[in-house]
């Protein structure tokens, strides 16, 4: 840029020269061409040696720019390398801190340690006493074997250093226990039996979890009373099939016996497990009439059966006597075995058809369609009644149950929802008569239909036997 705007200078110069001396120009050209070639050489010599020094600078900068980012460089890592060291050794310190700690705190520990050994040995012991005596207060081992456990008492006194007699005391009476806990026996002893008076019977001690009895011809399970310390029969016997297997353990024929591994809870479950008898009073007033509805389903199942099993025969073997003597054309014998089975409707159907043999075969076929329609009414008795209850027992198991469930919100209004039981207790009595209710409806409902199907079979094997029979007449017609 420097040197263009030189050359437009020297030509600017040389212009105003050429304007004021035309004369000295048209003279000696040749002299003002060689002083510019001159000026010019001399201006591009300079812009050269310019040059030169602009990139001698240049490089100057570039190296000095470059020896700086080295020496930047060396610091950074010089940096890093201290700041790795610097945290080595701070987490040395750390490390070394934690461990000063640590065995300061574990110096102290024993310090503390060391001051309440006695008072702590103390309470453990105390504290060990308290747990014995509740074990021993609370297993049912007690009622039969009673063990002396005035000394606990006093081992618990804070005022009182326990001794290594007592101590040694302590645990042979806790071995002991556990030695009780581990093993089968059968004693001799006093409970009190279901009619609340004490009484003399075999004890059967199944470990620390069970505890059973058998009197008078009587067996069960035995509860603890923690209060009086006695052993107290169920209020509710097992079912017959644990009292027979606690009998023949207990005589020594049977090697298994039930158990409760709860220590009294399975057994509290059985007190309160009502069977079905139970719980059907329970269900109100609309149990009463699912009842009745049971017991005329039952009623006209019974008489239903009754009435097509008395007059059931071996109908293959009758309809093909009486299709062969059709086909000997000899009357009076199909008449006469007709008669022998008058009491089968399929028989009946078929002696109507051979009444009806001389009509033709239109006549013939609308006389045993009239038979047919004559024999279904008396079998089809009572069944729509049948349906008729099917339908109606779970009807009125829901009334039952959406009437306990108004009582049940009545009660909840009157005494709020403080107590979940009362509340569980009156849906559980709702639902009875839906349970009841179903529990009807499903065997009239089977009933039903088996009964159903059982008609609609004989119904079709009266049509087929008068069938066949219609052909075998009309065929000797014809021919």
């Known amino acids: 840029m420097k040197s263009n ?40 010599q300079k812009a050269a040696a310019e040059l030169s020094a602009a990139q ?9 720019i470059l020896a700086d980012r080295s020496r930047l460089d060396r610091a950074i890592a010089d940096l890093k390398q201290r700041i790795t060291v610097v945290d080595v050794e701070l987490k040395a310190l750390k490390s070394e801190n934690e461990n000063l700690t640590a065995q300061d705190n574990e110096l102290t520990a024993k310090l503390d340690e060391a001051q309440g050994t006695i008072q702590e040995l103390s309470g453990v012991i105390r504290m060990n006493a308290k747990d014995i005596r509740s074990l021993l207060d609370d297993g049912f081992l007690t009622g039969v074997y009673r063990p002396d456990t005035q000394f606990l008492s ?62 008078d011809g009587e067996s069960g399970f035995l509860n603890y009373g923690h209060g ?24 020594g024929k049977s090697d298994a016996v039930p158990m409760d591994i709860s220590r009294g809870g399975a057994l509290n479950q059985l007190v309160h497990d009502l069977s079905l008898m139970d719980q059907i009073p329970k269900g109100g007033p609309i149990v009463w009439p699912i009842l009745a509805i049971l017991v005329l389903g ?104 959406v009437t306990g469930m108004i009582d049940t919100f009545h009660v909840i209004t009157m005494h709020g929802t403080g107590d979940p039981r009362m509340m569980s207790g009156g849906i559980s009595e709702a639902l009875v008569t839906t349970m009841l209710g179903l529990s009807v409806a499903i065997p009239i409902m089977l009933s039903h239909t088996l009964l159903s199907r059982a008609v609609e079979n004989c119904v079709g094997m009266m049509e087929e036997k008068a069938m066949a029979l219609i052909n075998i007449v009309q065929k000797f017609k014809v021919s």
Not at 57 to 63: F, H, I, P, W
Not at 356 to 372: F, G
């Open 5 to 44: 705007s030189k050359y437009a200078m020297i030509a600017a110069v040389l212009g105003v020269m050429m304007l004021f001396s035309r004369p000295a120009w048209a003279k000696d050209m040749r002299e003002i061409r060689i002083e510019t070639r001159k000026i010019e050489e001399s201006m591009k």
């Open 56 to 64: 001698k600078a240049v490089s100057e900068s570039r190296r000095q």
């Open 154 to 215: 006093t081992m618990t006194n804070n005022s009182v250093i326990p001794g290594m007699d007592q101590i040694k005391t302590m645990a042979d009476l806790l071995f002991g226990r556990i030695e009780q806990g581990g093993s089968v026996c059968l004693e001799t002893g006093t409970i009190v039996n279901r009619e609340g008076k004490s009484h003399e019977s075999q004890i059967l001690i199944i470990g620390a979890f069970t505890a059973a009895y058998q009197t």
């Open 228 to 251: 009086e310390k006695k052993l107290y029969a169920l209020s509710k016997r097992p079912p017959s099939a644990m009292q027979k297997q606690l009998t023949r353990y207990m005589a």
């Open 298 to 401: 039952v009623l006209i199942t019974l008489e239903r059966i009754f009435f097509l099993l008395r007059r059931k025969i071996s109908l293959d073997t009758v309809c093909s006597k009486i299709e062969t003597q059709a086909e000997n054309r000899n009357w009076e014998a199909c008449t006469e075995t007709c008669d022998q089975y008058r009491k089968n409707p399929v028989v009946r159907v078929i002696r109507s058809g051979v009444d009806s043999r001389n009509l033709p075969r239109e006549d013939m076929e609308n006389a045993v369609q009239e038979a047919i329609l004559k024999e279904i009414p008396p079998m089809e008795r009572f069944l729509s009644t049948m349906g008729m209850l099917a339908a109606i027992a779970p009807l009125l198991g829901l009334l039952g149950t």
